[in-house]
């Protein structure tokens, strides 16, 4: 079945514990990224790649990470959470970014 | 101004309704018109895709854009419970130019 998978799906941590929320494609896209959803602001892009190795800054960037080492894999790095990070994460995938595919998900809770 | 923009509901419609989505854009450069459905505490969901001006129609949804008024349109004909959502309308210039999301429109389809 074609589909993005991430985990974990559900995630309360405390502020300042590194964190890492996976994303993976079996659908051989080659674009990947990543986006948060909050009540009021809508779907706003974090990271995304292009490639293999080729990763770009979305719109709000600030305190992530991400990495592509694999066609599949995409990675999202909190390096040190902060409540202000707690939110509904997406990964999405596609052949281009018009046409994504996405995740079921990631609530995270930063405490 | 938001370069998309959505009324964020909600819209109640009675079951067999037809169901008429809206958004606007201000970017004429924009080429690239997108729906995507979201069903409570899931990924969204690509439902239309459409370039430049005309209608597209895949079953009961027909994706409109005029772009002389930058007037994006989602119809739903027979409208069904299971189509309540809340659906977002995106749009870009293409060339791997930013993808810019309306927060969403959310729809109860009422039995």
């Known amino acids: 079945e074609a589909q993005v998978t991430q985990n974990p799906r559900y995630l309360i941590t405390v502020t300042g514990k590194k964190l890492t929320v996976t994303c993976s494609q079996n659908m051989n896209h080659e674009y990947m990224s990543w986006y948060r959803q909050d009540p009021g602001l809508g779907l706003r892009q974090i990271y995304y790649s292009m490639n293999v190795e080729v990763t770009d800054k979305g719109d709000v960037p600030e305190g992530y990470k991400v990495s592509r080492k694999e066609k599949r894999n995409f990675p999202l790095i909190l390096e040190s959470p902060s409540p202000n990070q707690t939110s509904l994460y997406f990964c999405a995938s596609g052949d281009v970014q018009e046409t994504q595919y996405f995740g079921p998900g990631t609530r995270l809770l930063v405490l | 101004q938001k370069e998309v923009e959505q009324d964020p509901g909600p819209l109640s419609v009675p079951e067999g309704a037809i169901v008429s989505l809206n958004c606007t854009y201000s970017?004429?450069?924009?080429?690239?018109f997108m729906w995507y459905r979201q069903y409570s505490r899931k990924g969204p969901e690509l439902l239309m895709y459409?370039?430049s001006s005309g209608n597209k129609e895949d079953g009961r949804f027909t994706a409109q854009v005029d772009k002389s008024s930058k007037y994006i349109s989602l119809f739903i004909r027979d409208s069904q419970p299971s189509d309540s959502a809340t659906y977002l309308c995106?749009?870009?210039?293409?060339?791997?130019?930013?993808?810019?999301w309306g927060l969403g429109t959310s729809l109860a389809v009422n039995p």
């Open positions: 995106a749009s870009n210039a293409g060339n791997n130019r930013k993808l810019i």
């Open positions: 459409t370039y």
């Open positions: 970017n004429s450069a924009f080429q690239y």
